[in-house]
T-cell receptor, first 113, second 112 residues
């Protein structure tokens, strides 16, 4: 079935850039999403990209999409301690049906002061 | 900012009690979802709804039930809570098509 994979952990120093990677299997993916989850909270939508785009930038966030390799990345510039959280990649495409969003297992970003 | 609300935020209750977790959204979204998530772990879809009077079970088998009598309201009920139901429950909604889901803050449920 459809799958979304992420590495489990990432540690960076404050002020550096963070790059969180995600791969997916559904070649019919239409939208891909990035969410942030802080401890004890729900998922906060950060940004999303339509599959006909290669890149999307929103302030400190840059999303890169490589459709050929089915690879999505989220770059956070000038990472701050407040960026420490779990980041989930998700996709929605034809293979997953009309109702289903496929989530990765999340990448735990730790920002060191 | 998305307007989707879950109550209560935290609930600690004894085994055998009936529980209803509330979820409301003010965005007029047709689609609503319930996920179960152990802290910091992956999300598991347990119920979803396309609209009023439409409910379906998700991928993870759950002893809970849901109802959708009004567009804005999607409550989840456990008839008899058990310790295995201890988890975080997240409600989400989305517009039609592939628009992103918007999540509530979740209910953290502990069954003693």
């Amino acid at each position: 079935g459809e799958d979304v994979e992420q590495s489990l952990f990432l540690s960076v120093r404050e002020g550096d850039s963070s790059v969180i990677n995600c791969t997916y299997t559904d070649s019919s993916s239409t939208y891909l999403y990035w969410y942030k989850q802080e401890p004890g909270a729900g998922l906060q939508l950060l940004t999303y990209i339509f599959s006909n785009m290669d890149m999307k930038q929103d302030q400190r966030l840059t999303v890169l999409l490589n459709k050929k390799d089915k690879h999505l990345s989220l770059r956070i510039a000038d990472t701050q301690t407040g960026d420490s959280a779990i980041y989930f990649c998700a996709e929605k495409g034809m293979a997953s049906g009309t109702y289903k969003y496929i989530f990765g297992t999340g990448t735990r970003l730790k920002v060191l002061a | 900012e998305a307007d989707i609300y879950q109550t209560p935020r935290y609930l600690v209750i004894g085994t055998g009690k009936k529980i209803t977790l509330e979820c409301s959204q003010t965005m007029g979204h047709d689609k609503m979802y319930w996920y179960q998530q152990d802290p910091g772990m992956e999300l598991h879809l347990i119920h979803y709804s396309y609209g009023v009077n439409s409910t379906e079970k998700g991928d993870l088998s759950s002893e809970s039930t849901v109802s959708r009598i009004r567009t804005e309201h999607f409550p989840l009920t456990l008839e008899s809570a058990r310790p295995s139901h201890t988890s975080q429950y997240l409600c989400a909604s989305s517009e039609r098509g592939n628009q992103p889901q918007h999540f509530g803050d979740g209910t953290r449920l502990s069954i003693l």
